[in-house]
Each structure stands twice: as C-alpha cells, then as structure tokens.
C-alpha cells in the first residue's frame, strides 16, 4: 500500500462516540454487515455504529478486512475492539463497543495494513494495534498503538514507531520490559547508535493515562532519515481535486466535487471540506511568515494545535508579494498549483499553497507543530484536496 505522499502529515483523529444502546448485542458477524452498509453510505447502520463513518465522503464499497477481538476489563465487563482496513487508508478505523453496543472509542488516525490483538500487564487491560506503511515508496514503516481499556473508557496509551527500512538503513525499536509503569525498549540500527540512543523507557502517567519518553529517541532518528530521504515519491504531492477525488473511488467533475465540501464562502468565491473539529474565524495572522498584511479566513483545531489560512490574492498579485519563501513547486490541472517545501519556524511547520484559476487566486498557508506533523498529513492532505473555486 503506496502513500500519495511523502510522510509530512498524518491526520490524528481519536474521538469518544455517542453511546448508544441498541436492541441486539454485539455478534461479529452483525458487526461486519452493519460496518458494510456504514461504509457504502446507509445512515441508519453509521448511526447504529455511532458515526463510525463520515458520509459526507464519498461511500467505500471495498473493504480489505474486517477484525475483531475482545477483553474483559476488571470489572468482568466484555469490550470489542473492531478494525476496518480500507485500500483508501483514509477510510481506515479502529473502535470499540461492549456487549451492549455502547461505543466507547472510534480512531481514524489508522494508515496502511492493521492488526489487531489484546494484550495485559499486571493490572492493566489493552487493544494492540499495529500499522504497516509505505512512505516515499520506498521507506517500510511500523507503528504500535496501545488502547488503555478500563471499567467505563479507552484511551490511547501509547504510539510508538517500532520499524523504519529503508534501502540504506534498517531501525528497529523492540519492546523489552512491559508493565504496569513503564515499558523499556531496545532500539537497533544497522550503522549503530551512540550509547545513549540504544534503548529508551516510556513511563506510566497515571493522571493522563498514557506512556511517555521525555526523550522518544527511535521518533527523532525515523523522523531525520526521513526528512533527509533525497528520493521523490512517483506520485505528486498534490494534483487536482478530480485526481483526489479518484482516490477515493469515484470519478467526478469540479463543479460536483463542492456537493461534498461542509464550508462555502460565497463572498470569496470557494469552498472546501472541513473535518470534525475545525473551527472558522474571520481574519488571518500569520506573522511568522507572512511578511505583508492580507486578509482572510483562518481555520483552527484547538486539541491539534494547527491552523490553515485562506487568503484571496488580488488579481495581479502573487504568492511572493505576500511572503519571501520560494514557491519552487507546480503543478497543472484544473487548477494551476504552485506550492512551498516545509518550513521550521520555531518549532512548527509551515506548508504554502498558491492556487489560481484564471482572474481568481488564493494563498493556503497550514501551520502545525513540529511534533504533530507528520500525524496530520492526511487531514491537510483531504483539506487541499477538496479546495474548489467558482472560476
């Protein structure tokens, strides 16, 4: 499974859900019909599964697999974790229900082929659920999740990235000590590691409910193998909103690709999907960047602690009079693309987009901490992807 992207964002989307009680219990092979008519766009089972899917996409009648595992917590009470791998890894999810089919988690933060299985410490009950990906089409990744299951919630535990194989270099973070307080890894690598970085500990906060490294070595080196990662991907970063919109299995004009975007700005002239939990305000401040007052629509996610812009250019204008990075990247569709390379400033990245379409011409600027990157790329991805304009 070949990314459209290199491994800049990956949307981080892991929300609680409306606990529903309804007149069946749970039965996996229910489950899995329900999650197919949910997926091929039937509101009644989404509902019954508590908006495991957002049907404002486009509906997804191919799903890879289903699985599902269960635990009991202390209590005796019985909880299911289900995954749903889609070829679209977008559309990919990870949730858990009880018996009753009360919904206590769904994540949609899940990329490329999933497994799933319980594991326990001591005292502690857990869904384990691995990722396995392909960045800059040549770079193997693995990622573990842990879902912390209690009497009455689930909470992400810990992600950690536990495989990095590229065609220079094999990293490998092997979990050594597991339990109640602290699980200690070991962490390998073919061109060897100072001292320091051979082995890292993540510790138990029992506040937050999850494990921690203040140091989260094997993150830090995957992340500067990968940034430093010369090759191309074969795919565009970006290319059209037609083009996106194939990839998610439908094939659809311009002008019928803003049926399905929740935020039109009429006065402006465009429009775009909004995910869950992004907010609009009037007026744009990005001084860090940019280096000339202009005025727009700024959208922000608060628990994320991103933003993105949208600034409509003059006629005449150009992204450069607005900012001095060089915009050294193009690309023709329907629209006419020119975009940035990522830039640090202070800790948090900033990505560019100037996208015209003969008189109309808008600046996109998204800003994300450093840290949280690469776990929205494909939240940032979706966003450009469904920008549309009335050109």
């Known amino acids: ?27 996996p092979k229910g489950i899995e019909n329900l999650i197919s008519e949910a997926a091929s766009g039937n509101r009644a089972a989404n509902d019954s599964l508590s908006n495991l899917f957002d049907l404002n996409l486009p509906p997804q ?49 899940l990329n490329g082929y999933l497994s799933l299985t319980s594991i326990h410490s001591e005292k502690r009950s857990y869904f384990q659920v691995f990722e396995q990906f392909v960045s800059k089409d040549v770079l193997s990744i693995r990622r573990k999740n842990l879902f912390l299951v209690q009497n009455n919630s689930v909470n992400l535990a810990l992600r950690i990235y536990t495989q990095f194989f590229s065609p220079e270099d094999q990293l490998i973070q092997e979990v050594e000590t597991f339990n109640d307080d602290l699980i200690g890894t070991k962490i390998l690598s073919e061109k060897g590691l100072s001292p320091q970085q051979n082995w890292d500990t993540f510790s138990f906060d029992e506040r937050l409910l999850k494990f921690s490294s203040s140091n989260n070595y094997f993150e830090k080196l995957l992340l500067q193998l990968a940034n430093q990662y010369a090759i191309k991907p074969e795919k565009p970063f970006f290319n059209d909103l037609s083009s996106a919109l194939k990839t998610l299995g439908i094939k659809l004009s311009i002008d019928s690709a803003q049926s399905y975007n929740n935020y039109k700005n009429k006065k402006e002239k465009y429009s775009l999907y909004l995910p869950e939990g992004w907010k609009s305000f009037p007026g744009v401040s990005f001084p860090e960047i940019i280096t000339a007052k202009i005025e727009g629509t700024k959208f922000i996610n608060t628990s994320l602690g991103a933003s993105f812009g949208v600034m409509k250019l003059k006629e005449n204008s150009k992204a450069e009079d607005y900012l001095s990075t060089p915009f050294k990247n193009k690309v023709n569709g329907n629209y006419s693309v020119r975009y940035t390379e990522k830039i640090l ?3 948090k990245y900033y990505l560019c987009f100037e996208i015209s379409c003969y008189t109309l011409k808008y600046l996109i600027v998204f800003q994300c901490p450093e840290i949280l990157y690469e776990e929205n790329k494909q939240t940032f991805e979706s966003i450009i992807n469904s920008f549309w304009m009335d050109c």
């Open 61 to 109: 009648s191919i799903i890879n697999k289903i699985e599902i595992d269960s635990l009991k917590s202390a209590s005796g009470k019985t909880f299911y974790g289900v995954i749903i791998e889609f070829p679209n890894p977008f559309f990919n999810r990870f949730a858990v229900y009880d018996s009753s089919m009360h919904c206590y988690l769904i994540d949609k933060s």
């Open 1 to 27: 499974m070949k990314f459209l992207v290199p491994i800049l964002f990956l949307v981080l989307s892991i929300t609680g859900c409306e606990k529903k009680k309804l007149d069946f219990q749970f039965n």
């Open 345 to 347: 400033i202070d800790r």
